[in-house]
């Protein structure tokens, strides 16, 4: 009888937090290669537009849209 094995595919790689260097397995990223964590992220609320769900890059003032749960 085959085994069949659960396969943990990460869909999704995020770089590290560039605010704190932390490494917490997601970062609020953009394709430019800025990356927050949760916690920097609130602490930058204010600089990045955070709002809800969306938020801008201070960097290339791209504008986007946190993960839908
Ligand atoms: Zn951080
Ligand atoms: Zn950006």
Not at 16 to 30: E, L, M, N, V
Request: net charge positive; aromatic share 8%; hydrophobic share 30%.
């Amino acid at each position: 009888m085959a085994e069949k094995l659960p396969f943990h595919r990460r869909r999704k790689v995020f770089p590290p937090c560039q605010g704190c260097g932390d490494d917490p397995g997601f970062t609020w990223a953009c394709e430019c290669g800025f990356a927050l964590c949760h916690t920097c992220m609130a602490a930058q609320a204010e600089r990045c537009e955070a709002n809800g769900r969306s938020w801008t890059c201070p960097i290339c003032h791209r504008n986007h849209i946190g993960p839908a749960r």
